[in-house]
């Protein structure tokens, strides 16, 4: 089996390389050649926890494999991102495992292609301000993939803890972009894009925040109980997502189907957009949310990418299985 430790993964995989691979596994999945299978996502009862397994199957690819890990929210006091996750991979033909890849970049990375995707789908051409609700270990991630599909003109941004939003100061002005820190009401009104990636579990951005013709990412609701945006602003938007039965279960969705407000089918996948099978966004002035709840075949997408490119550097370890 190959193993492809954790620190050797930020200098093998670009933004470019994953955005590419997360956006063909999202197509794959649309056309029925891939599928994931349900999360597990437990609170253990120990450190505030959150442990589980995401897991697929790329059928055309013949992808196997999860991504084991959670959320340790007492990390970051440890000098350790709060995130910590482990890819594996199998081999579809006999089950047996191929390998064990770092899955902490990964799935940075490919949680901000993924809204980036849904930017570059749904989000008006002539989006100019971003607006960032968070500013942790992710946002920085989301904001660097985020600003390469549009020609946004500043960046605005709010969070609970506002002396954390230095890290998206810093990330704008490596950009080249202006950063201010603003109310959520400032933040509604200048958005044409907002991008909310936080572990909240109440709603922060009301719906009457938010004005017509936004496209919104809501990337930070990925459990059970978990939420970022009132639920009426999702039932009054054009809602898509990576995979409805996550949206649905453990994303931004399962309020408002909860409520009874937004029902199943309201509700459409980004694959078929990027198909070109779903229009996508039909008027400047609809406001889109795209709930990016975080699928296994993200992870595996690119786990495979960084086992080939590892093993192309010369970085891959190889063990005897
Ligand atoms: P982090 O711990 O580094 O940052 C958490 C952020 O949420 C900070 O901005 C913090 O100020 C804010 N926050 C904390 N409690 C809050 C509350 N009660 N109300 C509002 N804001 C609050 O975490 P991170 O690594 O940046 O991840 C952020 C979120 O994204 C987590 O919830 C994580 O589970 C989720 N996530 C989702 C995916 C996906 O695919 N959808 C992938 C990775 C992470």
Redesign the pocket.
Known sequence: MIIVPEKAIPNLIDRTTSFKAVEAVFAAMSNGDAYNFPVIREDIGYVDALYGFKSGFDKAGLTLGLKSGG?W?GN?EKGL???QSSIFLFDADTGQVKALVGGNYL?AIR?AA?SAISIKHLAREDSKVLGMI??????AFQLRAAVEQRNFERIVGW???PE?LSRLEEVSAEIGLPFEAVSLEELGKASDVIIS??????P?LKATQVKAGTHLAC??T??KG?QEVEAELVTNATVFTDEIAQAISIGECQHAFTNGSLKAEDISEIGPVISGKHSGRTTTNEITLFD???VGLQDLAVATVAVELALESGVAIEVEN
């Open positions: 959320y929210p970051a991102t709060n995130h799935t949680t993924s968070g500013a942790g270990h992710q946002s969070n609970l803890h954390r990636i936080t572990s909240s579990f109440a922060i990337m930070g990925d459990t978990k990016g709840t975080g």
